[in-house]
Nanobody, 124 residues
Framework: VQLQASGGGLVQAGGSLRVSCTAS????????MGWFRQAPGKEREFVAA????????YYADSVKGRFTVSRDNAKNAIHLQMSSLKPEDTAVYYC??????????????????WGQGTQVTVSS
């Protein structure tokens, strides 16, 4: 599976932005798709994921209520709609594909495939 992220950019605090990730291959629907981010000097952290097993979305507490993850299996795509953005949301955002169990959906080490990342910068 090859992943290609797009849609990052510069936005003012309080604004919105959508990042997307498209995948190659015919097995897209068999993977849980996740979004992670990494800010300068910080470790990569979980943002959101859309489970392949139960069709539900999961979010980090820091983005709950502001971000929405969705997937389109017909187009092999996953999207992350980000609203009410804050300067602390500034990071490189990565999409990932894997088959973690639900209880471990936020663990980056359980995702097999990663996109190249897209920069999101939120100015204050």
């Amino acid at each position: 599976v090859q992943l290609q992220a797009s849609g990052g950019g510069l936005v003012q605090a309080g604004g919105s932005l959508r990042v997307s990730c498209t995948a190659s291959g015919r097995t897209f629907s068999t993977y849980t798709m996740g979004w992670f981010r990494q800010a300068p000097g910080k470790e990569r952290e979980f943002v959101a994921a859309f489970s392949r097993s139960n069709g539900k979305a999961y979010y980090a507490d820091s983005v709950k209520g502001r971000f929405t993850v969705s997937r389109d299996n017909a187009k092999n795509a996953i999207h992350l709609q980000m609203s009410s953005l804050k300067p602390e949301d500034t990071a490189v955002y990565y999409c990932a594909a894997g088959r973690p169990i639900i209880s471990a959906i936020s663990r980056s080490g359980l995702y097999e495939y990663w996109g190249q990342g897209t920069q999101v910068t939120v100015s204050s």
